[in-house]
């Protein structure tokens, strides 16, 4: 196992990286990748399974979230740069059959 | 020219595997269809669950899928076996699985007195096509003549990065030798058609590929929940993907960045068509490989995460497995190791390299791990309607 924590930023325009390494916990320095091979370092603020993700900035309730340029969701509240991003502050746009129930 | 080692079969295509297909033209007749393929070497049974109390626009769509199955190169012969009163038009299936060429036969459970007399005729009878095939050798033909399909299954989010990147740098090679490249998972273009449909050979086709996702969104919508759960599953979920939006994209990374030639319907055999193609399908396994099998496709690159050990009766599926940690705990299932890309040992394109030399001797016999030990009796057929 390396020293350093790696995860992957797919994308310049993405606001989340990835996560592939065991062990990254609450505090943990993290080198982040991008597609070019630039490197910077963050500390994230909880503890991030592998293949999971975490915020490289401040991301407001209501704001995209990208990954690979893209919108893979909205966030569902505030979240602060280094903090987990899930399915707990992360939703979903696509067959929302409950939006348009309440609708 | 890369090439490989296939069966010819009457029609022109070239076979991977030389195996009798016992198919069942409805569910119930699953039992007498698995017991002769028990009993006899060189077959395999079809065990679905569909052909009767359905409406009749999904009828045809098993009868036709069932057809498609039959035609597909690595199966050399065909017994139906019908129960007699089915919804299914087993006469039909007969008479085009016959103008295939290949040897054709059929028995109806009913006529023949029940199911143990079923079993004593339609064992006779697989008996002789088994052996009436078995002698068939293995001619040298170029890459062209394959088609291979491709699916991700059981992903997180390595497959997005690595495995999924692999079979695009695969499929991208195939596509340029002049093969057939299929792909499917409709559920997983949500979020990513419009990257597909700029893809597309016409403006048609794209927007056709709109339509299939809209149709697909829109039967999941119906229902009055967040798709979440069923798709992603618990286990993408688990495995760090977010949303249906977040595996799409990543999902779609495995049909490479070749032009999109159109849109097949479900049950559709490829006959002429060449170059990278979408078939209509769901996500879910027995489902798609069933579609993707109907195509005719000689073999599978299977994309996984978290795990995914399935194969199909008459078609290889070459597991690629993207994690490094499930390809350590599961290798005995896993054919290629993707998570190396993860690890930073190897690059896309040497696991791709790997990948194509596999493929080459998998269509030209070499077993897959599935295959070895005979894990694929899981297949279904996906319908529109209701069980009625």
Redesign the interface.
């Known amino acids: 196992m390396r020293d350093e924590k790696l995860a ?1 930023q ?1 994308n310049e325009r993405d606001n989340v990286a ?1 996560v ?1 390494e ?1 062990g990254v916990t609450a505090g943990t320095q993290v080198v982040v990748a991008d597609a070019a091979g630039n490197r910077t370092v963050h500390t994230v603020a909880d503890d991030i ?5 975490f915020a490289l900035r401040d991301i407001a309730q209501g704001e995209l ?1 990208i ?2 340029g ?4 909205v966030a569902s509240r505030d979240i602060a740069q280094g903090t987990y ?3 707990h502050n ?9 939006l ?2 309440e609708a | 020219m890369p090439s490989f080692m296939g069966y010819k079969r009457p029609d022109g295509r070239y076979g991977a595997r030389n195996l009798v297909g016992i198919i069942p033209s409805v569910t119930c007749a699953n039992d007498v269809a698995q017991a002769i393929s028990r009993q006899v070497q060189g077959t395999v049974a079809y065990l679905h669950h569909q052909g009767c109390c359905q409406l009749p626009p999904d009828l045809e769509r098993v009868t036709d899928t069932l057809i498609s199955l039959g035609r597909g190169p690595n199966v050399a012969a065909v017994l139906i076996v019908s129960l007699g009163c089915e919804g299914t038009d087993h006469a039909r299936m007969y008479e085009e699985l016959r103008a295939t060429g290949k040897p054709v036969e059929i028995i109806h459970i009913q006529e023949l007195g029940g199911v143990t007399k079923a079993i004593r005729v339609g064992t006779d009878i697989a008996r002789r096509l088994a052996i009436q095939v078995s002698g068939l050798q293995r001619e040298e033909v170029d890459i062209s003549n394959l088609v291979m399909s491709i699916k991700c299954g059981a992903s ?3 497959s ?2 690595a495995s999924n990147c692999v079979i695009g740098a695969v499929s991208d090679r195939l596509v340029d030798l002049g093969a057939t490249v299929i792909f499917g998972e409709t559920t997983e273009f ?3 058609e419009h ?1 597909l449909a700029r893809r597309a050979v016409t403006p048609e086709v794209g927007q056709r590929i709109y339509d299939i996702v809209d149709a697909m ?1 829109t039967r ?9 759960r069923g ?1 992603p599953t618990p286990g993408n ?1 688990a ?2 993907l ?5 595996k799409s ?2 999902a779609i990374a495995k049909s490479g960045s070749r032009p999109i030639q159109g849109v097949l319907d479900y049950p559709a055999f490829v006959t002429d068509q060449k170059g990278l193609w979408i078939k209509d399908t769901p996500g879910r396994e027995p489902e798609i490989l069933t579609g993707m099998a109907a195509t005719g496709a000689q073999l599978m690159c299977f994309s996984t ?1 978290l795990g995914a050990p399935q194969g199909f009766p008459s078609m290889p599926v070459i597991k690629i497995c993207g ?1 490094p ?1 499930t390809f350590a705990r599961m290798e005995e299932d896993m054919d290629v190791n993707a998570g190396l890309v ?1 690890t930073g040992e190897k690059s896309i394109d040497e696991v791709a390299d790997e990948v194509f030399a596999k493929i080459l001797r998998v269509a030209s016999g070499e077993m897959t791990k599935n295959e070895a030990i005979g894990y694929f009796s899981a297949i279904d057929i996906h319908c529109l309607g209701p069980v009625i």
């Open positions: 992957l797919a990835t592939f065991e399974p592998f293949g999971h993700k979230i990954k690979y893209e919108e893979i969701g991003v899930h399915v992360l939703d979903s746009m696509r067959g929302r059959g409950d348009e129930r | 997180d989010t390595t997005g990065v949500i979020g990513g990257l969104e999941a919508k119906s229902i009055g929940c967040d798709m979440r798709q979920i495995g760090g977010s949303s249906i939006e977040e994209l990543g995460g994690n940690h993860i």
